[in-house]
């Protein structure tokens, strides 16, 4: 299971500061809370990874400090890249953190961080599928065993300095279409010849292309009765044709890539349906890269599943809130750190 498949390569590094009183100390409550936990979780679980833009400075610090498993995870993060990822996330600067190439390795980390966290204390659960937003969708297979960590991690290091160089050789924006219709919304992207990025909610879709037809779509929103438009504060024009350069690159990579189908199942942002085999996981994970992200598919995709209690993986809030306008029946919470790790392991005993 998963504290297996993440935390074998790292071991050796138990040794020292992991192994002082503290950690002992932390370990035996966890057992002893453990075995007083009565195992009767009649909840269908999913779990949601948080994309890019849920970054902040800081993040998986805590837990790396309170769960060895979790330091585990950093500290083999750091030796993979050769470089201090660790430090980025937790000390910034954020105009550092938020570059592409720091910032979806640095998410990719942290959410199967607090995922190893949230097993540390409840023990192993069954999962019933999982998403994840844009750069999520690779934290979920990685979660779901489709890649070990290893090899998920080069895989987002590689696709996030292709969405850099992408970015660095065009002019690109997204923005924001809130209160509008989907099919309004799809009228004026084709009227402006920009792209759907992203279909977050009902309500809430993002368009993405040049800067300059981002902006014009902006001023003309509320003539498609478009309630809201704001401008995005991105480097690029993410899930768009102006990434055609990172797709061609990630292809090849993928291509070669070692993979397996996933232990649970994974909803693919682009299709909003589950990906079993290695050649269908491929082509997805290269499509989303300039298709749209049907994040309201994924979740409905996910309670036709049966899905009943939805855990979202990573820094803030965001998914949770997406996923409680479009179903406010759904039970949902977010784990990002020690404590709301134990408040979710409360509410799953």
């Known amino acids: 299971m998963f504290s297996g498949r993440f935390s074998a390569g790292c071991r050796k590094e138990q040794a ?4 002082s009183a503290e950690s002992r100390k932390l370990r035996s409550q966890r057992e002893e809370n453990r075995a007083n936990c009565p195992r009767h979780m009649a909840k ?5 990874f948080a994309g890019q833009g849920a970054q902040r400075v800081g993040m998986g610090h805590d837990l790396a400090e309170q769960f060895p498993v979790a330091a585990d995870l950093f500290r083999h993060a750091d030796e993979i890249l050769g470089r201090n990822l660790s430090e980025i996330a937790w000390n910034g600067p954020i105009e550092e953190l938020t570059k592409t190439s720091n910032c979806q390795p640095a998410l990719y980390v942290h959410g199967l961080a607090a995922l190893a966290a949230l097993r540390d204390v409840l023990g192993d659960f069954d999962v019933g599928g999982a998403a994840g937003l844009s750069l999520g969708e690779l934290t979920a297979h990685a979660a779901g065993g489709t890649f070990d960590f290893a090899t998920g991690l080069r895989l987002v290091q590689k696709r996030g300095e292709f969405m850099d160089e992408a970015c660095a050789t065009t002019q690109g924006g997204m923005a924001a279409m809130i209160g509008g219709l989907e099919n309004d919304v799809r009228q004026l992207a084709a009227d402006e010849d920009v792209d759907i990025a992203n279909i977050n ?3 809430q879709i993002v368009i993405s292309g040049e800067l300059a037809k981002v902006e014009t779509s902006v001023g003309v929103a509320k003539e498609y009765g478009i309630g809201r438009a704001m401008m995005l504060n991105v480097a690029g024009a993410y899930h ?4 055609e350069s990172a797709y061609v690159k990630l292809e090849k990579v993928l291509a070669d890539l070692p993979m397996q189908s996933p232990d649970f199942p994974v909803i693919s942002n682009v299709t909003g349906e589950e990906v079993e085999t290695p050649q269908e996981i491929r082509q997805t994970l290269r499509d989303q890269v300039t298709g749209t992200v049907r994040w309201t598919d994924c979740m409905q995709r996910l309670i036709h599943l049966g899905c009943d209690f939805f855990i979202e993986l ?3 809030t ?3 809130g997406l996923l409680k306008r479009m179903n406010r029946s759904i039970e949902v919470t977010s784990v990002s750190g020690p404590e709301s790790a134990r408040e979710c392991a409360a509410v799953l005993s």
């Open 201 to 203: 909610a009902p309500n």
């Open 16 to 19: 020292g500061s992991l192994c």
């Open 44 to 48: 269908k679980i999913a779990l949601l």
């Open 314 to 316: 990573g820094p803030g």
């Open 318 to 320: 965001v998914l949770a």
């Open 240 to 243: 768009s044709r102006l990434m």
